[in-house]
């Protein structure tokens, strides 16, 4: 199994940016896929998640209503849509990979992960 995540770049405040997350091996649409970001000198931290059953959406109260996550069946493929990015949005971006439906909160949750991609976010 191989989640790559790519679209990290540097963007100023109030840019958007669009990460993608591929996965191989697995079928996502019997999984459940998060994003987490990890500024540095963090933990890292939950920030948005996809739930495979009832195809919910959940989001960190840092990003609602500027995050938007989606997901490609077709392509086998999750994305984090950033909006009105704030500095404090800099950080490592890891997609991830969970078989629970009913909970997505925690990195314990996800069995998989990518390697990362860095957003950073210039004022």
């Known amino acids: 199994v191989q989640l790559q995540a790519s679209g990290g770049g540097l963007v100023v405040a109030g840019e958007s940016l669009r990460l993608s997350c591929v996965v191989s091996g697995l079928n996502i649409e019997i999984y459940t896929m998060g994003w987490f970001r990890q500024a540095p000198g963090k933990e890292r931290e939950f920030v948005a998640t996809f739930t495979y059953r009832r195809k919910n959406r959940y989001y960190a109260e840092s990003v609602k209503g500027r995050f938007t996550i989606s997901r490609d069946t077709a392509k086998n493929a999750v994305y984090l849509q950033i909006d009105s990015a704030k500095p404090e949005d800099t950080a490592v971006y890891y997609c991830?990979?969970?078989?629970?439906?009913?909970?997505?909160?925690?990195?314990?949750?996800?069995?998989?992960w990518g390697q990362g991609t860095l957003v950073t976010v210039s004022s």
């Open positions: 991830a990979l969970g078989s629970r439906d009913t909970s997505y909160y925690s990195r314990h949750d996800y069995d998989y």
